[in-house]
């Protein structure tokens, strides 16, 4: 991608920031568990399990269960979830309230977007073009994407750089534990939405800015960027 010298580039993270996605893929995790005669999770338990990939929401299922499965039978699940999500990946998910709003109003200033989700590259780019919205980002990396995942700083850095970014007029748009650890290792400011998925109030991790409501971003990132 071309230079962005003097754009601030928002890299945002998907699941439980961007869009609520909880119902499909709670939806598809008890399809599974039930397939493979497990119990099913209650939704409420979503905001504990959800935010890591799919293979951590399996293995959290089952630890949930006290049940301990082998590695070949772990990634035939993993498999069968990935296969059934994308068969309804957006049946239920939408985009939270004010997304397109708030990018239209950072993009007025000069903001350009990227995508660092610990969800698959290939359901990642599938949601964001059944949600109508892929067009807007430059670069949207994966879990596997790079070969690592969140919380290492690297596909934050790299999604950086593939999207002609710097850390220096970059800004981190998540709702994690995991989002906030990876900005911090990357050098990279955060902003914290306090609606996603996640089992603790996302203020006890110390983001940089916190906002209720994606109208509130560009007001918080204008106050990051000074």
């Given at each position: 991608?071309?230079?962005?010298?003097?754009?601030?580039?928002?890299v945002f993270?998907?699941?439980g920031?961007?869009?609520d996605?909880?119902?499909?893929?709670?939806?598809?995790?008890?399809?599974?568990?039930?397939?493979q005669g497990?119990?099913?999770?209650?939704?409420?338990?979503?905001?504990?399990?959800?935010?890591a990939?799919?293979?951590?929401?399996?293995?959290?299922?089952?630890?949930?269960?006290?049940?301990?499965?082998?590695?070949?039978?772990?990634?035939?699940?993993?498999?069968?979830?990935?296969?059934h999500?994308?068969?309804?990946?957006?049946?239920?998910?939408?985009?939270?309230?004010?997304?397109?709003?708030?990018?239209d109003?950072l993009?007025?200033?000069?903001g350009?977007?990227?995508v660092c989700?610990?969800?698959?590259?290939?359901?990642?780019?599938l949601?964001?073009?059944?949600?109508?919205?892929?067009?807007?980002?430059?670069?949207v990396?994966?879990?596997d994407?790079?070969?690592?995942?969140?919380?290492?700083?690297?596909?934050?850095?790299?999604?950086?750089e593939?999207?002609?970014?710097?850390?220096?007029?970059?800004?981190?748009v998540?709702?994690?534990?995991?989002?906030?650890a990876?900005?911090?290792?990357?050098g990279?400011?955060?902003i914290?939405?306090?609606?996603?998925?996640?089992?603790?109030?996302?203020?006890?991790?110390?983001?940089?800015?916190?906002?209720?409501?994606?109208?509130?971003?560009?007001?918080?990132?204008?106050?990051?960027?000074?």
């Open positions: 991608m071309a230079d962005q010298a003097g754009k601030i580039l928002y993270d998907l699941d920031t961007l869009a996605t909880a119902l499909d893929l709670m939806g598809t995790l008890d399809y599974i568990m039930i397939k497990f119990g099913p999770t209650p939704i409420d338990d979503a905001r504990a399990l959800l935010g990939g799919a293979r951590a929401l399996i293995q959290r299922a089952l630890r949930q269960q006290g049940v301990t499965i082998a590695p070949e039978r772990e990634e035939e699940m993993f498999r069968a979830f990935l296969d999500y994308e068969s309804r990946i957006a049946d239920e998910s939408t985009l939270y309230p004010g997304v397109e709003a708030a990018l109003e993009e007025r200033t000069g350009v977007f990227a989700t610990n969800k698959i590259e290939r359901p990642a780019k949601l964001l073009e059944k949600l109508g919205v892929i067009d807007r980002f430059a670069f990396c994966g879990q994407t790079f070969g690592v995942a969140k919380p290492d700083p690297t596909p934050l850095l790299r999604t950086i593939a999207s002609g970014g710097t850390p220096a007029k970059t800004i981190m998540g709702d994690s534990k995991t989002d906030i990876t900005a911090r290792a990357a990279v400011p955060v914290a939405v306090d609606f996603g998925y996640t089992d603790r109030p996302v203020q006890e991790f110390s983001p940089d800015r916190v906002i209720s409501h994606f109208n509130d971003l560009p007001g918080a990132a204008a106050l990051l960027i000074g």
